[in-house]
């Protein structure tokens, strides 16, 4: 069966370290990866999409990269701040289908 | 200036009523969704809209049933309640109808508890 995966567990991290968050699929064929970020009480709000034939993308602070022979997403937050501390999810959209699936969710907590 | 508005944001009900969930957006997409997030936090895809066409139809009881009035509302209506029904679900709207491009933009969503 289809299954996405991100650690369950949160992620407590010293301001200005990097943040690296992991995405793992099985048997998908993601023709595109998002990644949304969500604040308590809120929805999701997307920050980043990857293409299957891209390695790396990039804003700001963020970066994600798509490696389809490992079905992985790493998603990096760098210097963090604070204000970084949320939900990340991430979303696959299969070459084959319409409708965006999403992992449950990796909590980042960043420490002053 | 919301983009996607969703109401109420908060509804407690008893087994057994009838609700309802409205869902506005004024960003001029195409295509309309509700997901569900259940107390696990994972986000599951209910329903997709396009142009008020339904396309995505999940497997979920028929007690939900969405309506289209205009591609700009989308409303989610639940017969005969249950407690299995209590999450938080959210309305989310994209450009175009598959995401290729085009991200969700999710509302704040409506936290249905069902005592």
């Known amino acids: 069966s289809q299954k996405i995966e991100q650690n369950s567990e949160a992620l407590n991290i010293q301001e200005g370290k990097t943040a690296t968050l992991t995405c793992n699929y099985t048997?998908?064929?993601?023709?595109?990866l998002q990644w949304y970020r969500q604040d308590p009480g809120r929805g999701p709000v997307f920050l980043l999409l990857i293409r299957e034939n891209e390695k790396e993308k990039r804003k700001e602070r963020l970066k994600v990269t798509f490696d389809t022979t490992l079905k992985q997403s790493l998603f990096h937050i760098t210097a963090s701040q604070p204000a970084d501390s949320a939900t990340y999810l991430c979303a696959l959209l299969a070459a084959a289908g319409n409708k965006l699936t999403f992992g449950g969710g990796t909590r980042v907590l960043v420490k002053p | 200036d919301t983009a996607v508005s969703q109401t109420p944001k908060y509804l407690v009900t008893q087994m057994g009523n009838d609700k309802s969930i409205k869902c506005e957006q004024n960003?001029?997409?195409?295509?309309m969704y509700w997901y569900k997030q259940d107390s696990k936090k994972f986000l599951k895809i209910m329903f997709s809209y396009n142009n008020k066409e339904l396309i995505i139809n999940e497997t979920v009881p028929n007690r939900f049933s969405p309506k289209s009035p205009d591609k700009a509302h989308l409303n989610l209506h639940i017969n005969s309640l249950e407690l299995g029904d209590s999450a938080v679900y959210f309305c989310a709207s994209s450009q175009f109808r598959s995401s290729y491009n085009s991200p969700l933009h999710f509302g704040n969503g409506t936290r249905l508890t069902v005592t």
């Open positions: 960003l001029g997409h195409d295509t």
């Open positions: 048997n998908y064929s993601p023709a595109y």
